[in-house]
């Protein structure tokens, strides 16, 4: 049984930073992608950075020089680092694991900024 699980998320002034981390666990198939989703109330879910292989990454232009996603080793475990945080980045924080066979989300942490 798989399990993506997230932590890290937590209440942070305009121009912080934090840091979320998410593991995935209970397969030994690789991951082909992990990446990092936000929903803010009333909004769509986004894509918010993306690593593939645990090299390449992407990130949403709103987020592009402020965040940073990096993976470990295994591949199954990433980080997102968010700096200069802005209270539009207030929103759940959820990470998804794509394995080959189909993909996993986690439960979501809550990242809230404010002004």
């Known amino acids: 049984q798989v399990q993506v699980v997230e932590s890290g998320g937590g209440l942070v002034q305009a121009g912080g930073s934090l840091r979320l981390s998410c593991a995935a666990s209970?397969?030994?198939?690789?991951?082909?992608?992990m990446a990092w989703y936000r929903q803010a109330p009333g909004m769509q879910r986004e894509l918010v950075a993306g690593i593939i292989g645990g090299r390449v990454t992407k990130y949403a232009d709103s987020v592009e020089g402020r965040f940073t996603i990096s993976s470990n080793k295994a591949g199954n475990t990433v980080y997102l680092q968010m700096n200069s945080l802005k209270p539009e980045d207030t929103a759940v924080y959820y990470c998804?694991?794509?394995?080959?066979?189909?993909?996993?989300w986690g439960q979501g942490t809550q990242v809230t900024v404010f002004s």
């Open positions: 209970g397969s030994n198939r690789p991951i082909r992608t």
């Open positions: 998804k694991a794509d394995y080959t066979w189909r993909e996993f």
